[in-house]
């Protein structure tokens, strides 16, 4: 039986550290990207929930320390984060996506521009862009006190599956366990 034009192959495991395109992957999904919550209502669900949820939640869920588990190269989840804990540890399989977002917090010139991208998530969750900047800040330094580290969610002594998620006050993971898990 032969393959069909349509059939592609789906990155796994050490893919995402040998085929994975960092470059491609941000310029195709968060450069230039307008949000209109009407147009793309699965990228307006994820942060109004978080924060909807974060507030909910608040006292039941600490303001300490949240896990990012499979972040990739993305921080739009952490900024909304940053504003309810004092520490992210921030954790992805590959190296290239932990490089990319130690280049922001260190503001290289080469790092992603996460501008445009945040200011829309601002509005979705009904802040101004004005604010953008002291929300940064707050996931910079949320960012540093946290640290960014390795993870594989197959690996039995991930944060998750080892026992250590009580370090944490919250545990959070986007469209990372569903294509990342070897089992369901």
């Known amino acids: 039986m032969s393959k069909s034009s349509n059939d592609k192959h789906l990155l796994h495991t050490s893919d995402y550290n040998t085929r994975f395109n960092l470059d491609t992957y941000l310029k195709s999904f968060y450069s230039g990207v307008d949000i209109d919550p009407n147009q793309e209502p699965l ?14 939640e608040q006292k039941r ?11 990739g190269p993305c921080l739009w989840s952490s900024l909304l984060l940053a504003q309810h804990v004092d520490s992210i540890r ?7 996506n932990l490089n990319a977002v130690s280049d922001w917090i ?33 996931l910079r330094e949320a960012l540093n006190r ?36 070897l089992t369901v």
């Open 90 to 96: 921030f954790c992805d399989y590959a190296q290239s």
């Open 61 to 71: 869920l600490g303001n300490q320390k949240a896990l990012e588990f499979g972040g």
């Open 106 to 138: 260190a503001q290289k010139p080469s790092a992603f521009d996460w501008t445009k991208f945040f200011d829309n998530v601002l509005a979705i969750v009904g802040s101004s862009k004005e604010k953008r900047a002291e929300w940064e800040s707050r």
């Open 146 to 181: 946290g640290g960014l580290s390795t993870c594989d969610v197959n690996d039995p002594n991930c944060p998750i599956l080892s026992g250590k998620h009580n370090d944490y006050d919250i545990i959070f993971s986007s469209l990372c366990l569903e294509a990342a898990c």
């Open 43 to 56: 990228i307006a669900f994820f942060p109004e929930n978080i924060v909807r949820i974060l507030h909910d």
